[in-house]
């Protein structure tokens, strides 16, 4: 079938696009912003790639077209599909008809934390002798791509964003995956673009809980009051915590302060086990997420203290505490935080893996969220572990970050240009410095203008 992606470039769209291909679909999309790694992993898989939205991008006629929910009314290329009569659907729509049925699905939920979870599990499984699908957000280096089929007996793992479906569907699209097990890691107000207040995100999360079959399962992390107020408006599966509490099924003790070395206990039918992680990440959010996936990983029939050694070959994703350079002994370190509690937990888990040398956080708030100003007063207290903050204002912000900036005194400072930017950082840094930059786009390159500017100034000094 010859099917055409509008949104490709995107990382769902993207990775609906290999699944498409690898079922043996000719697939072309489009995109306003084709470029690597995206577009280079596309073109890889034979796949056509067109920049911009056009009438002529749907000239060939092809028998489906797959929307991105980032398109809307007004979108010349939308436009032209409405008025063609071609078949149109949803990229979650699609992915439930085509790849999940027959598959016992794992939906990872959460504001924080789907994509190193959802990594996570797929690699706990693989490392059993299962050849997990799986779709994913980022790419987990330890299969080097962001989606598979995978074995059909085998589980497909999905990553479940409660964004909007389309411009034609504003349900979440974690409604339309129908999972066995799903994993609900968290749950704070985000999305402010489409969502008014938290409560709204909790009716779409328990339309998720409503969905799991009773035979299925909900794996719930505790001192969550908003995840507890989804559960209290009914649930009908099975319901197992994880988390630090005595009283959760499944229990995470840290060995480590820096999240590297932790315990897990789990408390179930069949009496306790336990078992030790080793790993190289550090935060305790991350061993939660650990915790989540070997939780999701045991009701599959993985071993516990198998699943646990395992963990010490886990590689992040691309773009989760990711150590993209090293210059002079200064580390730049690439992170997707963009949500206040995701920042204030990245920092938290490196200051303490930092026994030397300094925290410099090079921020750009430019999720939907963030340019809206619906968090800002929560920024300066998810900076409080960073010896300095270099925040970038991209253009488009809707208020203006001079107040917040000022209030953090000196160690803070504010850049509207990249290059002055990346000159401050790196006047700034000294050898045993960590750079750690967060962001959920590209900001403009900045990881290697960073490593190229430090590279410079080690030859110059």
């Not at 280079?40 to 929910?69: F, H, K």
């Not at 499984?125 to 987990?140: C, N, Q, R």
């Not at 060995?255 to 789990?266: C, Y």
């Amino acid at each position: 079938m010859r099917l055409h992606i509008m949104g490709i470039c995107g990382t769902f769209m993207g990775s609906l696009a290999l699944l498409a291909r690898e079922l043996g679909h000719q697939v072309s999309g489009s995109d306003t912003n084709v470029y690597p790694p995206m577009s280079t992993q596309l073109e890889e898989a034979g796949i056509t790639l067109m920049e911009g939205y056009r009438a002529e991008n749907l000239a060939d006629q092809p028998a489906l077209v797959i929307v991105g929910n980032a398109l809307s009314r007004g979108n010349p290329e939308v436009e032209a599909l409405l008025n063609s009569g071609l078949s149109y659907t949803s990229g979650a729509q699609w992915l439930a008809e085509h790849v999940l049925p027959g598959r016992q699905v794992i939906a990872v939920a959460g504001t924080h934390g789907k994509t190193t979870t959802a990594s996570l599990l797929a690699w706990l499984l693989e490392s059993a002798g299962f050849t997990p699908g799986f779709l994913i957000g980022g790419v987990p280096r330890n299969f080097g791509v962001s989606a598979r089929l995978g074995h059909h007996n085998s589980p497909f793992i999905v990553e479940a964003d409660e964004y909007d479906t389309a411009f034609f569907d504003k349900r979440s699209k974690f409604v339309h995956y129908r999972p066995q097990i799903a994993v609900m890691n968290n749950l704070e107000f985000d999305h402010a673009d489409i969502f008014p207040d938290l409560a709204a995100i909790e009716r779409q999360f328990h339309h998720l809980v409503r969905t799991v079959p009773s035979r299925g399962c909900l794996l719930v992390a505790d001192q969550q009051p908003a995840l507890e107020r989804v559960l209290g408006m009914g649930s009908w599966s099975s319901v197992e915590h994880f988390g630090t509490l005595e009283s959760s099924e499944w229990q995470l003790r840290l060995e480590r302060a820096d999240g590297s070395r932790f315990q897990v206990l789990h408390i179930g039918a069949n009496g306790e086990e336990d078992g030790v992680v080793e790993w190289a990440l550090t935060g305790e959010h991350n061993a939660r997420n650990a915790l989540a996936a070997l939780a999701a990983a045991s009701r599959c029939g993985v071993n516990l203290p198998r699943a646990c050694a395992a963990l010490a070959r886990f590689k992040t994703p691309r773009r989760r505490q990711e150590i993209i350079g090293e210059v002079d002994g200064v580390q730049v370190i690439d992170d997707f935080a963009h949500h206040p509690t995701a920042i204030a937990a990245t920092l938290k888990g490196l200051r303490a893996a930092t026994t030397k040398g300094r925290l410099l956080a090079v921020i750009e708030p430019r999720s939907n969220t963030m340019r809206l100003g619906a968090l800002r007063a929560r920024l300066n207290e998810s900076v409080a572990d960073a010896d300095a903050v270099f925040w970038f204002q991209p253009a488009g912000l809707d208020w203006s970050m001079e107040a917040l900036v000022a209030e953090q005194g000196e160690r803070a400072e504010l850049y509207s240009d990249i290059d002055a930017l990346v000159k401050a950082v790196v006047t700034h840094a000294s050898p045993l410095d960590r750079i750690v930059v967060m962001s959920n786009g590209g900001f403009e390159g900045v990881h290697q203008r960073l490593l190229s500017a430090l590279s410079a100034k080690e030859q110059t000094e």
